[in-house]
């Protein structure tokens, strides 16, 4: 093919295309950093290998001590009726404290739900005891045995079943040979993919740890086999659940604090979405809990913490900012997944793989005699979420004024 004449100044355009060394930038530039705090954290906690496809765990707490009256009773009234099912929680020679007056009692008799027993026990009301209303709530203090007396009615507290499903996720990629052959900017695939591939992988992960949902159908179209998904923390949080309903305030996330705090364990961490760290930031606390602490490269759990906050208890909280949940976010909907805020307890999570299933990436998937390259990242695991009155969630914030 003949060349074509050009007279004057050569410029670019001018000079064949294919003949121009095109400036590329060898690093390829993300839109989104790797984030997924909550899986990199539970994957350098103490964890145990499933060996079902369905995992099993017991929780217990102590027994109860706290019951309400049934209905309001004058000071002279000796029998009392407990709201339904609190009669088990009481026993004969219990003392008990009215902890909306003070008064003391002592248990006589136990029917069912209802209680005989000696009003104005104590120094506070001696011999007469105060007005009972309605639902008023009664600590149950301690036994008070005579001398010499008979072995007590032992009792006990069920413990409760956990539990949750395996789930299995393939992030698969696929190139021609000849693709993975030529010469490409950035370097040759598809080791560029398989970059993005384990990405693309956490990020999975970690979106089921906080949006998962338990369900397990044992047949499914088309190929008739049992499918599993593992819940995550939004389907087993459901104690301490809020609506911020507007900007956070000190005020609405100390008193979350004070509730979620009081069980489980100190190890918490607040993973928040963008508009809650913002109004966060914006706080001008004073006293106790004054402390927005940013992070200054500190990490926990082996993730680096963008602040610590304090509150009720006075602990220092690790805050992690969940910068995809702000994708999530819709003006129009302030209670989208945008506006939450989890708590979590994490001594009380923990990661199931299944055994021999952990991630893991399978190389040469493709079908015998295709010219292709195919590979997959397969993971089946599941999720530990125990006590979930030890963690808390927040939703419905909104930008600060």
Known sequence: MAGVPVTGNVSTEEVLSDERVIDMDSTIRRLKTDDAQFTTMTRRLPSKVAVREKVNWLEEEDFPRIVTSSA???????????TATHGKLVAVNDLLRNMRTGEGMRVTAVSTDTLTVDRGVGALFPGTGAAINALDPILVVADSQ???SDFPTPRYLQRVLGYNYTQITRTTLGFTNTTTSIELYGGREPAKEVVRLKRVDDRKWEAIAFWGMRAFQASTPPDNEP???????LEFIQTFKRDANGPLTPTFFDLLLMDSMQYGSTDKVLFAAPVVVACM???????????????NG??????????????????????????????FYNTANPKGFGSYAFLVDMSLVARRPLRDRDTRMLTDQQPKGKDTYNAELRTEASLQIAQERAHAIIYGVTAPP
């Open 146 to 148: 005579p001398q010499g």
């Open 281 to 295: 930031s914006a706080w001008n606390r004073q006293g106790m809990g004054a402390q927005w602490d940013p992070g």
């Open 298 to 327: 500190r990490n926990v759990h082996g993730v680096f913490v963008d602040a610590f906050i304090s509150g009720a208890y006075g602990y220092r909280i690790p805050v992690v900012v969940k910068k995809e949940f702000g994708e």
């Open 227 to 233: 499918k599993g998904a593992a819940g995550g923390l």
């Open 72 to 82: 309001g009773y004058a000071v002279s009234v000796t029998t009392i009726v407990l």
